[in-house]
């Protein structure tokens, strides 16, 4: 049974209000944009983040700015990498650049990382401005890493890791292990936070990228199989090229001939390749749970385990 926590709606609320605030603009293009993507909601994953760590602490100062600042940095991302990726949907509306051209979209993005420079300042810690800095460093060369291992095919479990860790889990962590900055917490509550954030993000990502190919288009909002279309090899399509030589010809070719994606699917069901992905992203999960061992019982260090524990069925 998932712990009720009646404060978190109540701080969600305070974050959207904030947030609306936070990226309100005179320029209609960029208002749009941001009514689209900033605005328009999302599980809001990170935020929740930052929000149950603080709690499972205690309460830390500037809890709602840090929540703030990560989904800014997340939502920058975004419109950056939907350019990048030549995506037609973002939470299944179409993508900003498509809508309003490429250097709006670039640029409101540039606009929103402003207002994360504004937000961060307010908390007055140097660690967390050098923490923020360090993670979007490490953002930018997860993506640019992305598109190496596709361009020069460098497919390996070990590139995979690499690049879900720096797209996705390092600001998973920054979310959890920022909480203990502010709190002032350090040693093996703080490592715990991190280590946490690192291993629910690794998992979440594992379980969006066999979803990719694998989920139901009309759940997920979004048609499928645009990784392999991209050229990007994901743990699903790196094992299954050791079930068939194939495979990496598929990817190669990005999907261009018709069944392709039906073949790779199929072939995921009848190998067990499916469900050995799906076992791994529950390795993953669990081990994110164990990580917060360290941390007081409470309901909040109970729901972030619900977060990881989620991974394992999720469908969206």
């Known amino acids: 049974m998932k712990p009720h926590l009646p404060e978190l709606n109540p701080f969600l609320l305070r974050f959207e209000e904030a947030l ?12 749009l944009i941001h009514q689209d993507l900033v605005t328009a909601g999302g599980k809001r994953i990170r935020p929740r983040l930052a929000f149950l760590a603080s709690r499972a602490l205690g309460g830390a100062p500037f809890e709602l700015e ?12 975004l419109l950056h990498d939907d350019l990048i990726d030549e995506a037609e949907l973002r939470r299944g509306k179409e993508a900003a650049y498509r809508r309003y051209g490429n250097a709006v979209s670039v640029l409101s993005g540039d606009f929103l990382l402003s207002r994360l420079l504004h937000v961060i300042a307010k908390t007055g810690s140097l660690e967390l401005v050098e923490m923020f800095a360090e993670t979007a460093r ?30 996705t889990a390092v600001l998973m962590a920054l979310a959890t292990e920022g909480a203990a900055v ?44 645009g990784d392999v279309r991209e050229g990007k090899a994901t743990l699903i399509t790196l094992l299954l090229m050791e079930e068939a030589p194939w495979v990496r010809e598929v990817l190669k070719r990005r999907a261009s001939e018709p069944g392709d994606l039906e073949r790779l699917r199929a072939l995921a069901r009848e190998s067990g390749v499916a469900e050995e992905v799906e076992r791994r992203i529950r390795l993953r999960a669990e081990a994110a749970q164990q990580a917060l061992d360290p941390l007081p019982d409470s309901p909040y260090k109970e729901a972030l385990k619900g977060l990881a524990q989620a991974e394992g069925e999720r469908l969206a």
Not at 20 to 31: A, P, Q
Not at 66 to 77: C, I
């Open 138 to 167: 490490v953002l930018s060369e997860g993506e640019v890493l992305q598109f190496q291992v596709a361009a020069l095919e460098d497919y390996s479990l070990e590139n995979y890791e690499r690049i879900i860790t720096a797209k």
């Open 20 to 31: 609306g605030h936070l990226v309100r603009s005179e320029v209609l293009f960029i208002r």
């Open 182 to 225: 502010l709190k002032g917490v350090n040693g093996a509550v703080r490592e715990a936070l991190k280590r946490f954030g690192l291993l629910y993000g690794q998992a979440f990502q594992m379980r969006d990228d066999y979803l990719d190919l694998m989920g139901s288009p009309e759940v997920l909002g979004k048609p499928v199989g």
């Open 66 to 77: 840090l929540a703030l600042a990560v989904e800014l940095l997340h939502s920058a991302t």
